[in-house]
């Protein structure tokens, strides 16, 4: 161990002797390993970056609510068939909530958009959706001011609403919207409370500028945004129950819809799961195309190391002579070389880093990115296997010189 220690010593001075001797060499050497660690970095950032922006998007379907809709997500059906689908109504959804024993909550849904308005400030286009009182257990949303519409408000179709962060902080900037009444597509709605902030749903749609009210109110006066009809959201009472409770919404709908044991699904039960599988398809074949894009840059500059690792074999072939006539084994001459060709690649693999940080930054702007430790390690771990990769048969071949002819080379 001691032996091996002082060899790793050994070939560590020699290898930082060379590169000081000649750094200008090093400098524009290493030059091709920079861009290498860069690209990789920050493709490893953006990657981890979408991902993270993904799964807090994504948690805001949650894991153990289905989605019961007339059209599935991501396709993949005839869009004529599901088209002509019948679309999915309350009786249904009160269906689902008196028969199903697996599930915790149950939740109409339906949406449009309309102008919000309150005195001369007015917003555009905002969501209106038609729900219940179970929408805040279903979907796992909390309320930040206030309160949510209760079952008497929901059922009677009172003319309350409950409003999203976005809508309260943009007509209500320097006061508490707690009773004031505000008007939706004309007509008036007292505002019950404010929910907490969620964010943007996969970077697109904010969740905070919607406006929630009762859902028989809503089809009086409101006409929904797209011809699915209901969106009715199921929560499950155990996650590990998930399936079993999706069966059994598919059970009960199916006899509500009337359809007999030979006739399909005329409707679809949405989950995260296929939001995820789809994401990782396209993030899997986006990263793949990323990495050989940069593993290219790294086998250009791997290319550049091999060729003046062969140099510098050449130059120093007197010196390869006289450590071997002195007893130097031929594991020593390899470790030697391969330690500077590893060095070279290290040195290029931080400085790859220090300028991959502030780029990340900036690219963040657009962008979601990410820099764990775990890509910085990553990215040290290539660069040293570059240089093992690259230097081992620039290294082979000096550890296998005759130390005789090698003394002899002018």
């Known amino acids: 161990m001691r032996h091996f220690l002082d060899e790793l010593k050994e070939g560590l001075s020699i290898a930082f002797g060379a590169i000081r001797a000649n750094k200008m060499r090093s400098v524009l050497t290493t030059l091709g390993i920079v861009i290498g660690i860069v690209s990789v970095t920050l493709m490893g950032t953006a990657i981890e970056g979408l991902n993270r922006a993904f799964n807090k998007s994504i948690a805001a379907i ?110 209500f900037p320097s006061e508490s919207p707690l009773g004031k009444v505000i008007k939706l597509g004309g007509y008036p709605y007292r505002v019950l409370g404010v929910l907490e902030r969620q964010g943007s749903f996969l970077g697109m749609a904010s969740l905070d500028n919607r406006v929630y009210v009762p859902i028989s109110r809503f089809f009086k006066e409101f006409r929904s945004m797209h011809g699915g009809g209901l969106s009715i959201m199921v929560k499950a009472a155990n996650l590990s129950e998930l399936e079993e409770t999706k069966e059994e919404v598919r059970g009960i709908l199916r006899k509500a819809r009337k359809l007999s044991p030979k006739q399909q699904d005329d409707f679809a039960i949405n989950q995260q799961e296929i939001f995820v599988n789809f994401f990782n398809q396209i993030g899997g074949v986006i990263a793949a195309v990323g990495l050989f894009i940069t593993g290219l840059s790294l086998f250009v500059g791997g290319i550049g190391i091999m ?104």
């Open 62 to 171: 949650g894991a153990d609510v289905l989605y019961v809709q007339k059209w599935p997500w991501g396709g993949g059906q005839n869009w004529w068939e599901i088209r002509n689908r019948r679309d999915i109504n309350m009786q249904q959804a009160r269906a689902i909530e008196k028969n199903a024993e697996t599930a915790k909550s149950v939740s109409p849904l339906n949406s449009t958009a309309r102008n919000v308005q309150f005195g001369r400030k007015l917003i555009e286009n905002a969501i209106v959706l038609g729900t219940d009182e179970d929408f805040l257990e279903t979907s796992n949303v909390n309320v930040a001011l206030g309160r949510f519409m209760t079952s008497l408000e929901a059922n009677g179709g009172r003319p309350v609403c409950v409003i999203g962060s976005e809508i309260s902080e943009n007509l």
């Open 307 to 410: 060729n003046i690792m062969f140099v510098s074999v050449t130059e120093r072939t007197k010196e390869i002579g006289i450590r071997k006539a002195i007893g130097a084994p031929r594991r020593s001459i390899l470790f030697q070389f391969l330690m500077e060709a590893a060095s070279l690649c290290l040195m290029g693999g931080i400085i790859g880093i220090i300028i991959a940080f502030p780029l990340s930054l900036i690219i963040d702007q657009v962008l979601p990115t990410a820099m764990p430790v775990s890509i910085v390690v990553i990215a040290l771990l290539v660069s040293i296997l570059v240089g093992v990769i690259s230097g081992f048969l620039p290294a082979y071949r000096a550890s296998r010189m005759d130390p005789v002819d090698a003394l002899r080379y002018e």
